[in-house]
């Protein structure tokens, strides 16, 4: 059974930053080739970031281009998200992605990841 748990979100002001952390467990994390997505209400989850197993590399939304940064230890099973000068539209429901390949490639799409986390919630104030 993989598990995955996000943590680090939280009310915020624009401007701040906050780390984003998904802890992966059940099998050998540096297999895992990992993303994060985000969710409003009533809107479509949509991709943020991605990074390839070996955390070499990585892909992101053109809207949080320069100011997140995706990064794996696979020491620690960890996905981390560092997202910095944060705004209001980055608010939403945040989402880590596993999945599982021999590939090493990055994946864009909902589909192509096979495990998911409950969710952690970051919300930017103006």
């Known amino acids: 059974q993989v598990h995955l748990a996000e943590s680090g979100g939280g009310l915020v002001q624009a401007g701040d930053s906050l780390r984003l952390s998904c802890v992966v467990s059940?099998?050998?994390?540096?297999?895992?080739?990992m993303g994060w997505f985000r969710q409003v209400p009533e809107k479509a989850r949509e991709f943020v970031a991605a990074?390839?197993?070996?955390?070499?590399?990585?892909y992101y939304a053109d809207s949080v281009k320069g100011r997140f940064t995706i990064s794996k230890d696979n020491a620690k099973n960890t996905l981390y998200l560092q997202m910095d000068n944060l705004k209001p539209e980055d608010t939403a429901v945040y989402y880590c992605?596993?999945?599982?390949?021999?590939?090493?490639?990055?994946?864009?799409?909902?589909?192509?990841?096979?495990?998911w986390g409950q969710g952690t919630q970051v919300t930017v104030s103006s």
């Open positions: 992605a596993a999945d599982f390949t021999i590939s090493g490639s990055y994946f864009l799409r909902e589909g192509e990841y096979d495990y």
């Open positions: 990074i390839n197993r070996n955390g070499g590399g990585t």
């Open positions: 059940g099998r050998t994390f540096s297999m895992y080739a």
